[in-house]
């Protein structure tokens, strides 16, 4: 079975700065990863999301997230963040590229300080 | 880029009236979609696996009587809350893959429909 889970409801950064969401995952299989973004009254868009491969997986805007098999965690980052970037994001996991059965975890929303 | 087309993107609507929302896939054929439900705050659960052509599969714990789901063609499924009630107010998200991509092409999602129902 897979679950998710996101330490942080909510994150505030100061525009500019470090951008570091936590996603820690469990997983029987090996897990395919995925971070999404939601903006307010909107459905999901596709971040980035990890197969195989390079555990350092670059996204859209200037995210990015390293799988950690060791800490079994799926970190998403941006180095400075911009306004635009404020919205929902969650993680998920499935046991198979593009399943179904993704599971989420219950999101952080990222507040942006001008 | 694909993309998924949900409507209404709201509603509101007396308890006991029905309400159906669509999605659509508009550039490409989905020969599964799927149904989420997010409520405040929390995160989103896959309600049912609608397939085109047979019967939606529902997770446990969602009444398949209540919501009514029925995917007609490649490019449609639709999703129907049955005799509403305010605890069935919820933001609704349905998702869909492009079938000539195989498993392995990515979920896509609609902007989702928030229901009230008063």
Redesign the interface.
């Known amino acids: 079975a897979q679950s998710v889970t996101q330490l942080g409801s909510h994150v505030s950064v100061s525009e500019g700065a470090l951008v570091l969401l936590r996603c820690n995952y469990s997983s029987s299989v090996p897990p395919y990863l995925f971070w999404y973004v939601q903006y307010p009254n909107q459905g999901l868009q596709l971040l980035l999301k990890y197969t195989t491969g390079a555990t350092l997986v670059k996204g859209i805007n200037g995210f990015e997230a390293e799988f950690k098999k060791s800490e079994t965690s799926f970190h998403l980052t941006k180095p400075s963040a911009h306004m635009s970037d404020a919205a929902e994001y969650f993680c998920a996991v499935s046991d198979q590229t593009g399943a179904n059965n993704l599971f989420f975890g219950t999101g952080t929303r990222l507040t942006v300080i001008p | 880029g694909a993309v ?1 087309s ?1 409507h209404p ?2 509603v509101i609507c007396k308890s006991g009236t029905s309400v159906k929302i669509e999605c659509r896939s508009l550039d490409f054929q989905a020969t ?1 979609m ?1 149904w989420y439900r997010q409520f405040p ?6 309600m049912a ?1 609608s397939n085109e052509g047979s019967k939606a599969t529902y997770e446990q714990g969602v009444e398949k009587d209540k919501f009514l789901i029925n995917h007609a063609s490649l490019t449609l499924s639709t999703l129907t809350v049955t005799s509403a009630h305010p605890e069935d107010s919820s ?1 609704y ?3 869909a ?1 492009d079938a000539a ?1 195989g ?5 896509h ?4 429909t ?1 229901l009230t129902v008063t």
Not at chain 2, 41 to 46: N, P, R, V
Not at chain 2, 103 to 107: A, D, E, F, I, K
Request: glycine share 14%; hydrophobic share 35%.
């Open positions: 998924v949900q993107s709201w599964t799927f705050k929390q995160s989103l659960m896959l696996t933001f998200i349905c998702s893959r991509g498993g392995n092409s990515p979920l999602f609609g902007n989702g928030r």
